[in-house]
């Protein structure tokens, strides 16, 4: 079928659905909670100047491992409560048992959602600031978080998501980020799992004795999954003239996962 | 050095659940021991999710075996001075590799010889 004669019989099918009528017509959603018309992010012409306040995050930025000292303690983990200690539990026995192996559930294609986006290795990404918002691009699955500045408030009933709803402010350089609205079909981190009630609240900024690292405090409170806050601290390093390259995983899956949840290796 | 830090890297990833995995885990190699290949490169591919080299091991008789050889992420390989154009098919190459615990034919990049004499990441004397 050739591509031109698909694209004909998808607006088609598409014509034959009552929502047809609306078709090429323009759409005009709403203000953000909490906005005005005019005040969005949606609307950053005159504004451009307001970034020459913010920070010098250019270039991009891979995850730093910062070399424990020898025989130091193993870093703290969340402490998780009730059922979701039960699961992970079960699920560190079901590892330890398969040769550390652990199952998937998902493709290896899939992306992690938050908070583990701001804990990838391997993979770099990149800040870009615009009026109202601040855009992270992750080298990794090709990945786009919205952190938006622009004052709006959280939608009241988010749709889960791998990366939330976020808004942000700046406190002097730093970056303050609150977000909800992640899907609880995703992990705190290995085996760990989570409610739609996760938050997750970061603070960003530059590194006092050194412009060319990045620091991250980020603090996730889950009323249903954790005992208490658990906060981990991490940090980045910079590439000043270092570029993403493209990440199509589904072009290049040499380790797809089988029925039983096994990473194959083509 | 370069293994002490993958060794150590090794360990953070199984200590630091939420840290732990970069596209998949590594648990399919044995971080451990370390093969030796002697062949020419069938192909190499720098991509991500990460880049892949095809090794083909010439065996006693005239036939020969290839190797899938998984390594880091392009970015990552570039940080350590690789470029698309390092390797070639056709070029002689020493291989060092992490090999898969199943006993399949494949492995995690440590480190090259070139024919030239040239290396790149961890080589064995």
Not at chain 1, 25 to 52: F, V
Not at chain 1, 67 to 90: I, Q, T, V, W
Not at chain 1, 147 to 173: A, F, L, V
Not at chain 1, 210 to 225: F, G, N, Q, R, S
């Amino acid at each position: 079928m050739s591509v031109r004669y698909a694209l004909l019989l998808f607006a088609g099918v598409a014509a034959a659905h009552p929502a047809a009528a609306q078709m090429g017509a323009p759409t005009a959603s709403p203000p953000p909670a909490g906005l005005g018309e005019g005040e969005s992010a949606g609307y950053p012409s005159g504004r451009y100047d307001e970034l020459n306040q913010l920070p010098d995050w250019g270039g991009i930025w891979f995850l730093a491992f910062d070399m424990p000292a020898p025989n130091s303690a193993p870093p703290p983990e969340p402490k998780l409560k009730g059922e979701y200690l039960e699961r992970y539990e079960a699920w560190r026995k079901e590892v330890a048992a398969n040769n550390g192996v652990a199952k998937r559930e998902r493709s290896n294609c899939s992306a992690p959602g938050m908070p583990i986006f701001m804990q990838i290795p391997q993979y770099p990404f990149e800040y870009l600031f615009t009026p109202g918002r601040v855009t992270i691009n992750q080298e990794a699955w090709m990945q786009t978080r919205t952190i938006w500045t622009d004052g709006r408030k959280h939608p009241e009933d988010p749709s889960p998501t791998y990366n939330g709803h976020s808004i942000g402010h700046w406190e002097g350089g730093a970056l303050v980020v609150d977000t909800i609205g992640i899907s609880d079909d995703l992990e705190l981190g290995m085996g760990m799992g989570h409610s739609d009630q996760l938050r997750v609240v970061e603070r960003i900024r530059l590194s006092e004795s050194d412009p060319d690292k990045l620091l991250a405090e980020i603090t996730l409170t889950d009323p249903e999954a954790l005992a208490e806050p658990f906060t981990l601290n991490v940090s980045y390093r910079r590439d000043r003239n270092g570029t993403l390259i493209e990440f199509q995983c589904s072009e290049n899956d040499r380790n797809p996962v089988n029925e039983d949840g096994e990473t194959e290796y083509l | 050095m370069k293994k002490n830090l993958l060794k150590l890297a090794a360990g953070f990833l199984l200590l630091a659940p939420a840290a732990s995995m970069a596209h998949h885990s590594f648990a399919m190699f044995d971080m451990q021991k370390t093969v030796t290949l002697k062949g020419a490169v069938a192909k190499f591919k720098w991509q991500n999710p990460h880049a892949w080299l095809e090794v083909d091991v010439p065996l006693t008789g005239g036939k020969s075996e290839r190797w899938a050889i998984e390594m880091t992420s392009p970015n990552n390989l570039a940080l350590e001075g690789w470029k698309r154009t390092s390797l070639k098919a056709g070029d002689k190459v020493t291989l060092y590799v992490h090999p898969l615990r199943n006993g399949a034919k494949g492995g995690s990049f440590q480190g090259v010889r070139l024919a030239t004499g040239a290396t790149l990441g961890q080589v064995d004397q």
